[in-house]
C-alpha cells in the first residue's frame, strides 16, 4: 500500500493555517463527473509568498519566483473537464517543497536541534534543495539568519502533510473506482540545466520539450508512459525520458504498480510556454494547455480499453 511506505509520519489534523495567506494551502479542483483514473498533481507551481517569509528573505521576490513551476497548474487545468482531478499547491516550493521526504531538513539552516528522525544526511539537503530549501537558482542562500526549528516543523504540519493526505485520497478513490490509480506530477523545467553536466554532453541547454520519469521503469507501467511520449511526438514535440530528471520523491513514493498505483513526472520545457526571464506566458500557452489535455484524455481511454474489461471480470 502507498500509505505503508516510509516518508511521511502520521500526525494529528492541522489546526489553523500557518500563514493567513496560505487558507487554504492548496487547491483541489475535482470534475463534475469522475471519469478517469488519472490523478494530477502540481506541487510546485504554488506563487502566493506570505508576508512574513519574503520579510525573513535576504532574496528579492522575482528572484524567489524563478524557481517555481510557473503557470503548471494552468498549463494541466484542462484535465479537469476531461473528468481527471488536479491539486496544486498555493504556497512556493521556495516555501516548503513537497517534493520531498517530510523530514530532509539542513541543521545549518535552524536555531536549535531538530528531532532524531529527521533525515540530515541525503543528496538533496546537502545541495540545499530540502523540504524546506536553503538555497534557490544558483546557489542563492534564502534566508537573511536561521529559522526557528519549531517554524520548519510547523510548515510541515499545516503544508505539507494535507496535502500528501489529499492527494492519498484521491489515489485510493481512483484505484477504488477504476482498478487503478494513475498519479501523473506536473513540473517545468529550466531551459538550461542546472543539473551537472554529463560526461558526453557539451553544454547545460536541455533539448527536449518535455521530460518523462518514471524512475527508470520502476514507477509506472511502461505503456502508460510510452503512450504519453507516442502522443507527444505526434503533436510535434520533442521528448526524453528519464534524462535529466527521472522523477523525485512523489513519483517514487506513490508508485506502486504491483498494488495498482501507478506515477509518472512530466517536466515542461519553460521555454515553451513562457518567457524565463520575465515570466510572461508565450503566444503558445493556451495551445500547449490544448494539447496536454487531449494526451492525457487519449492515455484514460487507453487505460479504460486495456483495463476496464479486467476489472468488469474480476467484480
Do not use: W
Not at 68 to 88: K, N, S, T
Not at 194 to 215: C, N, W
Amino acid at each position: 500500500m502507498v500509505s505503508g511506505k516510509s516518508g511521511i509520519r502520521p500526525s494529528p489534523q492541522p489546526g489553523p493555517p500557518h500563514e493567513p495567506e496560505l487558507d487554504p494551502p492548496f487547491d483541489m479542483i475535482e470534475p463534475d463527473t469522475l471519469a478517469s483514473p488519472l490523478v494530477f498533481s502540481s506541487p510546485h507551481s504554488g506563487s502566493v509568498y506570505p508576508r512574513r517569509f519574503l520579510a525573513s528573505a535576504r532574496l528579492d521576490a522575482m528572484t524567489l519566483r524563478r524557481s517555481e513551476d510557473a503557470y503548471v497548474d494552468e498549463l494541466f487545468a484542462g484535465v479537469v473537464a476531461r473528468g481527471a482531478p488536479l491539486v496544486c499547491a498555493r504556497f512556493p516550493r521556495a516555501y516548503l517543497d513537497l517534493n520531498r521526504e517530510a523530514y530532509e531538513l539542513d541543521p545549518r539552516m535552524f536555531e536549535g536541534r531538530l528531532p532524531g528522525f529527521v533525515n540530515t544526511r541525503s543528496v538533496r539537503v546537502a545541495g540545499g534543495l530540502g523540504t524546506i530549501a536553503r538555497v534557490v537558482g544558483d546557489s542563492q542562500e534564502i534566508y537573511a539568519q536561521r529559522l526557528k526549528v519549531d517554524e520548519a516543523l510547523a510548515r510541515i504540519e499545516k503544508l505539507y502533510k494535507p496535502y500528501h493526505r489529499a492527494l492519498q485520497v484521491l489515489l485510493t478513490r481512483a484505484r477504488e473506482n477504476f482498478g487503478l490509480a494513475v498519479l501523473v506530477d506536473c513540473h517545468s523545467m529550466p531551459s538550461i540545466s542546472t543539473l551537472p553536466l554529463l560526461p558526453e554532453s557539451a553544454d547545460r541547454k536541455i533539448k527536449a520539450d518535455f521530460v518523462l520519469g518514471d524512475r527508470y521503469g520502476t514507477s509506472a507501467a511502461v505503456e502508460f508512459v510510452d503512450c504519453i511520449e507516442d502522443e507527444l511526438y505526434r503533436l510535434g514535440y520533442s521528448v526524453l525520458r528519464n534524462k535529466p530528471y527521472a522523477g523525485g520523491f512523489i513519483t517514487e513514493h506513490y508508485g506502486d504498480p504491483a498494488n495498482h498505483f501507478h506515477a509518472m513526472q512530466i517536466e515542461v520545457n519553460r521555454a515553451l510556454y513562457m518567457d524565463e526571464k520575465s515570466m510572461a506566458k508565450a503566444e503558445r500557452f493556451e495551445r500547449i494547455g490544448v494539447d496536454l489535455a487531449e494526451v492525457m484524455e487519449t492515455l484514460a481511454r487507453r487505460i479504460s480499453a486495456r483495463y476496464g474489461g479486467e476489472r468488469t471480470a474480476a467484480e
